[in-house]
């Protein structure tokens, strides 16, 4: 079988390492004025950390701002509203922290998150989120590819899918103590899509440490499917044969697939998904396939029927 | 209390939301997603407007204070007034004049649509607002065509549960208003008899 690479992303989308590394200090000096200026409370854990640029899976289009990226997030765990979590997730405890890895795995392992951090190098990914709300963003986040910690476990021949389980701890999400969703919150992937180099363990943003409303102290990103899938605040990682169930799967089945990968020509039940705003632009914009990441992963579904499993 | 006061007071009260959002829109206070916020926030309005206007008929047969009535019209001219600013809201900055997209959107998404009926039902009700309306349809047919105000709030309220994705908190407690509301007219309708 001749397996053809990826052009990754196109060329033109391409930046010249040096240029990349000198905005990226420039943001980052102006996220953290921005920080110290917009958000006095932002939790003391707001620590630098060192990453190398991937420019090869980074996009060029200009990131959110920290503000919208720190004040504007759907995490039940911490309230409905958008701006619930800024607000109630100031005092959430993220140490100590392990995360445990386990099922089908030869290396079951509990993880100190600190050691798990500086385990795999970090790097610097800037990547298009998409909610299935219909509204988007760009965002540099920090992390490591999900596949490096993977490989690491050695995932045994039963192991076809990983599921994420995040924290049920209602005494420090108030969010829990209602029945909003079945908690905790868990997600799922197919193993070849959490081998995917795309598909990444965040732990910072804007060159430093998550924000606790941002899913610290470490989370998932998969940026071709919907901003849901990318569970926050992790503490299993599970391999098994069988395809887990996932939060907003058991809340509303008929509306949220297993996949939920970005497809504008599948509609949500109740709100059309061709289009979408950017977050700080007024005029909506195509959604693409994938995200804009058909490149990378669209051999993932190949022959498989988009529309049946959403 | 003298109702001309109480009626300027209530005038200025229900231009609050308005001078708000003008105030923030100015101050980039309105957060990450503006025109969602500007889109909830006159939604609410309209749905407390209609709430509101739908309390004077109780309030006054159990205060006796029938000066009351003097107020209703003007709570339901803001009502339609804010409903207007949802609307235009929706096809002016979240669609862009995309009628296509406008039209899939009212016949493809059943919050939409009843959202859509409730807004063309309150149209007739504000055209026939005037004095000079009210005796050229005669008090009896006035009052039947003006009934629509309770299928306009429970469409009101019903686009409300379906458009939240999960926490229903918020569109119950209106359904639980309404119920009490309507519930009251029923009750006294029978005590009535
Ligand atoms: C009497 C008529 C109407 C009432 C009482 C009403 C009320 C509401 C309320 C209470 C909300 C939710 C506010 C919140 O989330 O805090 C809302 C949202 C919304 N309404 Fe309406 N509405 C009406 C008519 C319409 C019409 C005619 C349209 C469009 C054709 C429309 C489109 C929307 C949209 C797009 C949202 C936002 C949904 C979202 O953010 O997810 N509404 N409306």
Redesign the interface.
């Given at each position: 079988m001749l397996i053809r690479r990826p052009h990754d992303i196109a060329s033109s989308e391409i930046t010249p390492e040096a240029i990349y590394r000198q905005r990226r200090l420039f943001m980052q000096a102006g996220a953290t004025l921005a920080a110290a200026a917009l958000m006095p409370n932002v939790s003391e854990a707001n620590v630098r950390l060192s990453a190398a640029a991937n420019a090869r899976y980074s996009t060029t289009e200009p990131p959110t701002s920290y503000k919208d990226v720190t004040t504007y997030n759907n995490y039940y765990e911490f309230g409905t509203g958008k701006s619930d979590p800024a607000e109630n997730a100031q005092q959430f405890k993220t140490r100590p922290w392990t995360v445990s890895i386990e099922g089908e795995v030869k290396h079951p392992k509990v993880w100190d998150i600190d050691a798990l951090t500086k385990a795999f190098p970090l790097e610097d990914r800037i990547y298009r989120l998409r909610c299935v709300e219909g509204w988007s963003m760009v965002i540099p986040w920090v992390g490591f590819p999900l596949a490096s910690l993977i490989k690491q476990a050695e995932p045994t021949g039963n192991a076809k899918y990983v599921e994420f389980i995040t924290l049920h701890d209602p005494a420090q999400m108030a969010g829990q103590r209602r029945g909003v969703l079945d908690w905790p919150y868990t997600e799922g992937l197919r193993l070849d899509e959490a081998m995917n180099p795309l598909t990444l363990m965040a732990v910072g943003l804007y060159g430093q440490t998550l924000p606790n409303q941002n899913g610290a102290p470490i989370r998932l990103v998969v940026p071709w499917k919907y901003g849901f899938k990318s569970a926050k605040a992790i503490v299993r990682i599970r391999f098994t044969d069988k395809q887990p169930r996932t939060a907003w799967g058991r809340a509303a089945p008929s509306e949220y697939g297993f996949y939920s990968n970005v497809n504008p020509t599948v509609d949500h039940p109740r709100w059309s998904q061709a289009r979408e705003r950017r977050i700080g632009e007024f005029f909506k914009r195509d959604t693409q396939m994938f995200n804009g990441y058909g490149e990378q992963v669209a051999q993932l579904y190949r022959g498989m029927d988009l529309r049946e499993d959403f | 209390m003298n109702i001309n006061r109480l009626k300027a007071a209530l005038f200025l009260l229900a231009l609050y939301p308005l001078a708000r959002l003008l105030v923030l829109a100015f101050s980039d206070g309105l957060?990450?997603?503006p025109?969602?916020f500007i889109t909830r926030s006159t939604g609410t309005w309209t749905l407390v407007g209609l709430m509101l206007t739908l309390t004077v008929t109780p309030l006054r047969k159990i205060t006796g204070w029938h000066q009351l009535l003097r107020i209703r019209r003007m709570l339901g001219l803001f009502s339609f007034f804010y409903a207007s600013l949802h609307f235009i809201t929706y096809i002016w900055?979240d669609q862009?004049f995309d009628f296509s997209?406008i039209l899939?959107?009212i016949y493809?998404?059943?919050?939409i649509t009843v959202g859509f009926v409730a807004f063309l039902l309150l149209i007739p009700l504000a055209l026939t607002s005037s004095n000079a309306m009210i005796r050229r349809l005669g008090a009896l047919r006035w009052q039947k065509l003006h009934k629509l105000v309770y299928l306009i709030a429970i469409l009101g309220v019903l686009h409300y549960i379906?458009?939240v994705?999960?926490?229903l908190t918020q569109p119950l407690i209106y359904a639980t208003v309404l119920t009490l509301l309507l519930g009251w007219r029923v009750w006294n309708a029978q005590k009535v008899k």
């Open positions: - | 957060g990450a997603n025109i969602e900055l862009f997209a899939h959107d493809k998404r059943p919050f379906w458009l994705k999960k926490d």
